[in-house]
Nanobody, 122 residues
Framework: QVQLVESGGGLVQAGGSLRLSCVAS????????MGWFRQAPGKEREFVGA????????SYSDSVKGRFTISRDNAKNTGYLQMNSLKPEDTAVYYC???????????????WGQGTQVTVSS
């Protein structure tokens, strides 16, 4: 069992930056992948990106590629989503998720955090 807790969301102006953190419980964090998703009001959940067990493989959606960076620190059981050049359309609740497989669909992940709100003002 893995429990995930996100933090770092907030209100930022367009062009600004935020860094989200996702802390995982358990001692086997380095055996789990981590994905990031977001859901805006009235829209379906959207894949943002994902990182493999030791960070050797990272993928991003086209909508965030070049602006967002995913990383992880297995010694701290923590994953990160660095978001730069934020746009109003990035406004959403952001979720981290984890499982033993790397994928870009919600059903690829078994464990989910509670979400953190990111609001980008224009």
């Amino acid at each position: 069992q893995v429990q995930l807790v996100e933090s770092g969301g907030g209100l930022v102006q367009a062009g600004g930056s935020l860094r989200l953190s996702c802390v995982a419980s358990g001692r086997t964090f380095n055996r789990y992948t981590m994905g990031w998703f977001r859901q805006a009001p009235g829209k379906e959940r959207e894949f943002v990106g994902a990182i493999s067990y030791i960070g050797s493989s990272i993928s991003y959606s086209d909508s965030v590629k070049g602006r967002f960076t995913i990383s992880r620190d297995n010694a701290k059981n923590t994953g990160y989503l660095q978001m730069n050049s934020l746009k109003p359309e990035d406004t959403a609740v952001y979720y981290c998720a984890s499982n033993r497989v790397l994928g870009d669909e919600g059903y690829d992940y078994e464990y989910w955090g509670q979400g953190t709100q990111v609001t980008v003002s224009s």
